[in-house]
T-cell receptor, first 114, second 112 residues
Framework: NAGVTQTPKFQVLKTGQSMTLQCAQDMNHEYMSWYRQDPGMGLRLIHYSVGAGITDQGEVPNGYNVSRSTTEDFPLRLLSAAPSQTSVYFC?????????????FGSGTRLTVV | SQQGEEDPQALSIQEGENATMNCSYKTSINNLQWYRQNSGRGLVHLILIRSNEREKHSGRLRVTLDTSKKSSSLLITASRAADTASYFCATDAGQAGTALIFGKGTTLSVSS
C-alpha cells in the first residue's frame, strides 16, 4: 500500500516552461488536494477535488490548473512557470466517513524555477 | 490568507522541558488538527480536536481548544531531541475532510 505518491521529487524549470506534477493515491480516498510550502511558511492550499470531475480553488490558485479524471490521480499543471512558483509542493488525499476522517500527505516535490 | 497563526514562531528548549505553542484562527471550525514536519520531510498528523471538545490527550501531547477565543494550544511534555520539528495547526477549508488551511507554524528546537 503506497499511500500518496508524488513525482518527480525534484525539478528545475526555466521561466516560461510548463510541466505537470503528478499525484497518485491507492487508498480509494474521495478527496485530494494540492499545497505549496515556501521557506518558513505553512502550507497554502492551491486546488482541491471532492471527486472525479469536481475541482475547486484554494488560497493561491493563480498559475496552476488541475483536473481529476479518476479517483486515483490528481495532477497539478504549471502553465508558464515563474520564479515565484519556486516552492515545495505537497499533495494529499483524504476521506470523510461518519465523524471520522483522515489525511495522507505525499513526500513532496521540490520545484525550482530559474 | 492563512487561517491559523501560530505563536511563537520559534521556540528553543532543553530536553525534559515542556513546549507550548499556540494557534489562532479566524473563522468558525468543525475541528482543528496539529501536524509535525521534520526538516525537509512531509507532514505527520499528530492529533485532531473537534469543536465540541475542550481538551484532548495523546501520549505526551495535550491539545486544548477555546472556540470562544478562536484559539488552540499544543503542549508537548518532557520534550526530547527527536521532537525538534515544525508544528502546524490546520482547519478545514470547507467541507470537513476535503482540504486544509494551515497556519505558518512554530519551529521547535530541543537541545540535549
Amino acid at each position: 500500500n503506497a499511500g500518496v505518491t508524488q513525482t518527480p521529487k525534484f525539478q528545475v524549470l526555466k521561466t516560461g516552461q510548463s510541466m505537470t506534477l503528478q499525484c497518485a493515491q491507492d487508498m480509494n480516498h474521495e478527496y485530494m488536494s494540492w499545497y505549496r510550502q515556501d521557506p518558513g511558511m505553512g502550507l497554502r492550499l492551491i486546488h482541491y477535488s471532492v471527486g472525479a470531475g469536481i475541482t475547486d480553488q484554494g488560497e493561491v490558485p493563480n498559475g496552476y490548473n488541475v483536473s481529476r479524471s479518476t479517483t486515483e490521480d490528481f495532477p497539478l499543471r504549471l502553465l508558464s512557470a515563474a520564479p515565484s512558483q519556486t516552492s515545495v509542493y505537497f499533495c494529499a488525499s483524504s476521506y470523510l466517513q461518519g465523524l471520522g476522517y483522515g489525511y495522507t500527505f505525499g513526500s513532496g516535490t521540490r520545484l525550482t524555477v530559474v | 490568507s492563512q487561517q491559523g497563526e501560530e505563536d511563537p514562531q520559534a521556540l528553543s528548549i532543553q530536553e525534559g522541558e515542556n513546549a507550548t505553542m499556540n494557534c489562532s484562527y479566524k473563522t468558525s471550525i468543525n475541528n482543528l488538527q496539529w501536524y509535525r514536519q521534520n526538516s525537509g520531510r512531509g507532514l505527520v498528523h499528530l492529533i485532531l480536536i473537534r469543536s465540541n471538545e475542550r481538551e484532548k490527550h495523546s501520549g505526551r501531547l495535550r491539545v486544548t481548544l477555546d472556540t470562544s477565543k478562536k484559539s488552540s494550544s499544543l503542549l508537548i511534555t518532557a520534550s526530547r531531541a527527536a521532537d525538534t520539528a515544525s508544528y502546524f495547526c490546520a482547519t478545514d477549508a470547507g467541507q470537513a475532510g476535503t482540504a486544509l488551511i494551515f497556519g505558518k507554524g512554530t519551529t521547535l528546537s530541543v537541545s540535549s
